[in-house]
């Protein structure tokens, strides 16, 4: 029984691409998180590990797509993010002094938006290769109107600071 998996590749020949494909893959994957556990911090190494292991089941599933939505209705359900900047620094620059939480002065990436990035990364290439048509409802329009409006307000706002960054919340929902 020592080569078991050499006489099933002999009955399905076709597998061989698959095994050659997940070697190639695997090979890379080993020798980097190996170098890495032994160079640097462990925080970066489980972060590295963390992406590849997101990223390698696209080339192992039918529907990529799907796969990708999947992971980003799960990373919508985990809240993980990561402040740019901190809170209590700009509430000291700006002058405030405020009840609200220090998290919502502050632009923020959240897990959610990396999964969304490859979405509209996707959905762009479709778009290019005219594979995909755009579909723009009219109701969106108000939307539209909504975050012109909000940037003109910005601009006049005592501190412009903050509503840029209530603007960059409203195109993430706007893009959702």
Request: hydrophobic residues 60%; positive net charge; without cysteine.
């Amino acid at each position: 029984m020592p080569a078991m998996w050499l006489s099933e590749l002999q009955r399905h020949p076709t597998s061989l691409p698959a095994i050659s494909v997940a070697l190639a893959l695997g090979v890379p994957i080993a020798v980097t998180v190996s170098v890495l556990l032994a160079h640097a911090p462990l925080v970066w190494t489980f972060l590295l590990f963390a992406a590849i292991l997101a990223v390698v089941p696209v080339f192992v599933v039918r529907e990529p797509l799907w796969y990708w939505l999947s992971l980003f209705l799960l990373a919508s359900i985990v809240d993980i993010k990561k402040t740019l900047l901190d809170g209590l620094h700009v509430m000291d620059a700006l002058g405030l002094v405020a009840v609200t939480p220090t998290s919502q002065l502050v632009p923020e990436i959240r897990l959610s938006d990396l999964v969304l990035g490859v979405l509209l990364l996707v959905w762009m290439v479709r778009l290019a290769r005219h594979r995909a048509t755009l579909i723009f409802p009219r109701v969106s329009l108000i939307f539209i109107a909504f975050l012109i409006w909000s940037a003109i307000s910005t601009l006049r706002a005592e501190h412009p600071y903050l509503g840029f960054v209530e603007l960059t919340n409203q195109v993430r929902y706007f893009v959702i």
